[in-house]
DNA sequence: CTGAAAGCGCTTACAG
DNA sequence: CTGAAAGCGCTTACAG
């Protein structure tokens, strides 16, 4: 070792971020000690614990994720996997992922897909592999597909899926019910004396659009209504999908006074389709959506629809990645509610 | 080297990813010569190269990111640091960076930020020398901070800033001549006939604001209007704040007979204030906003309002980033441009 | 309870 | 044009 090189590394300390090594030659150990307490062993003298805390703080030191990583063959990155289309669903769950992360020292790396890609599965293991992601965590439709699951589970990766209905083990699944926000939808729609009611449902790829008609139907039943085949109309989660069906069942001459649209963004084609064929909400139409997400407090009138707690959703989720969740937490607060606003009433007297 | 270990490592290839030794054993070269091909450095011999090449290829090796990175002292993450508010922004501008980072084995980091937190400066201080980010892409309004630009310099971390103007050398920013698209709005507003012209502003700490109220100045100011200060309103780019703007506005005896909302948010609000007070628009009040996101078209009557290509600058931002930004792509098409939709006509004739 | 050696998978600096 | 040695900052396995 050359004095010079000794030199070196002394006036580098200054500026640049300690290691293992400088840690554990200021509090006089070995680096494997260090390591011990980094990685909160029990096999450490309090003392020494301690001593070793006190330098740490002092020199503001943290470990090295790549580095650390590299050793465990695992990184300290989570990612999110999703295909969902709508904006506001993927920030919402992200900041409640990032919620649950904060102070974790993990990162979010984030990654879109497209299910249908004959790629998908290969890029999905790209990703994870490359990555050596320390676990992921996967959101509707990607978390309903039973090759990503079973892909995850054969390269060893954690994983959580978020999803309206369990599809895996419990420690694998976060569920949001949606049965229970279509049975809210249902029943709120009954109670205001609608008889004529129809829904447009998500694409049948997505789960949520069974469930979320499936609680319709079923909050339909406690007042003794049915839904009609001819009122049931498949749409696709999108506004104009939304604006599609509500035409159609709009311009009948037997019309549905009431509708239930399986997202908020079809319930907005929905008050597009029902203003341009000169219905007034909620008078002559009642208009129901499912997310409140800020859409629904801008359209006018502003939506009646059904709150699932995303972010909240987000946070559990990553928590249970992280095998930090606390079970305690009361599982009513992830539950579907409805949000009743402008665009529901009682149906025209006519 | 026991024979039971090299048997193991035999069989271990199989299902585990080979590693730059592997590659080296099996093309006969030694590990700095696969390191040279990965690295696409000059000096390989085209046989050996395309011999290695073949390997590598025939083995799926991809190089490990964390054991490059710890390497070179660098991680091929990439950051994306916001403090924007709005979900569409957020994720329009992440698809962007996604774009341009596709198939460039980068990953994108998430990390939302709080301007205002006095550990601002030290929490992205933390998150970029933690992770050695490759470099990080700054969005409004925290690309208009200056002291995080100068801590990025400090720490040596490269950094594009997406910003309204000019605030840093040309490849440290991507502008979004906010300018321009104000001009616009000024100028269909004024095209229309319009004389009682009014604004909402965004918040003062957001650059946008001042170009975006700037330009509508100028267009205004081509037909020989201006912009009254009675009737130019301070607004937050949020719903709410233009809610508020509006309502004040539209209750005064002379009122505007356009308002021109530095966003669609805000736009969204003034929809909401004019039918509260029973005006109709475009009929009574022109409505005209400014981002051109999903909600614009969602709004009743559709926002005529102010696109900014927004997943194009993302794009770009990244490129710059890593050094790919193709310069002869034509500047043009970042420019904002007006989207005449059913939110503003001519004024009332009374 | 603590440590010296070897290793994670790559690159840098130095030779040749 | 190519390679053997040392190192990036940490952990695992093995001793004691």
Redesign the interface.
Do not use: C, I, M, N
């Given at each position: 070792m050359k004095p010079s090189k000794t030199q070196a590394q002394l006036s580098d300390e200054a500026r640049k971020?300690p290691t293992i090594n400088d840690i554990a030659r200021l509090a006089g150990v070995s680096k494997k000690t260090v390591s011990r307490v980094i990685n909160a062993s029990p096999y450490v003298r309090e003392d020494t614990r301690e001593r070793i805390e006190a330098v740490i703080a002092e020199m503001g030191y943290?470990p090295?994720?790549?580095?650390r990583?590299?050793a465990f063959r695992r990184?300290f990155?989570i990612g999110v996997v999703h295909d969902n289309p709508n904006?506001?669903y993927?920030?919402?769950m992200?900041?409640g992922l990032?919620d649950g992360m904060r102070g974790s020292?993990f990162?979010?790396?984030?990654?879109?897909c497209d299910r249908q890609n004959p790629s998908f599965l290969e890029d999905l293991r790209?990703?994870v592999?490359?990555?050596?992601l320390f676990g992921v965590v996967l959101t509707p439709s990607v978390s309903e597909d039973e090759r990503a699951a079973q892909l995850l589970r054969e390269i060893g990766c954690e994983y959580v899926r978020v999803a309206s209905v369990s599809l895996d083990d419990a420690n694998h699944m976060i569920e949001t019910r949606d049965r229970v926000g279509g049975r809210e939808a249902g029943r709120h729609i009954a109670e205001l004396g609608h008889t004529q009611v129809a829904f447009i449902s998500g694409p049948p790829m997505f789960r949520s659009s069974h469930e979320r008609r499936g609680g319709f139907e079923e909050g339909l039943a406690e007042k003794g209504l049915a839904l009609e085949a001819q009122f049931a109309m498949e749409g696709a989660y999108t506004?104009e999908s939304g604006i599609a069906a509500a035409r159609d069942l709009l311009s009948r001459p037997n019309r549905p006074t009431a509708i239930f649209a399986a997202n908020d963004?079809m319930a907005?084609g929905v008050?597009?389709a029902a203003?341009d064929l000169g219905l007034r909400v909620p008078e002559d139409v009642t208009v129901v959506g499912y997310d409140d997400?800020?859409?629904a407090?801008?359209?006018?009138p502003a939506l009646t629809t059904v709150r699932t707690p995303t972010r909240e959703i987000g946070r559990l989720a990553v928590e249970r990645l992280m095998g930090r969740d606390d079970e305690r937490r009361n599982p009513k607060d992830r539950l579907p509610t409805l949000v009743v606003r402008k665009s529901s009433g009682p149906p025209p007297k006519a």
């Open positions: 971020r943290a090295d994720p790549q580095a990583g590299l990184s990155l904006p506001q993927v920030v919402t992200q900041q990032l020292g990162e979010l790396v984030v990654h879109p790209g990703f592999e490359r990555q050596k506004f963004e907005a008050l597009h203003r997400f800020d859409l407090t801008r359209l006018w």
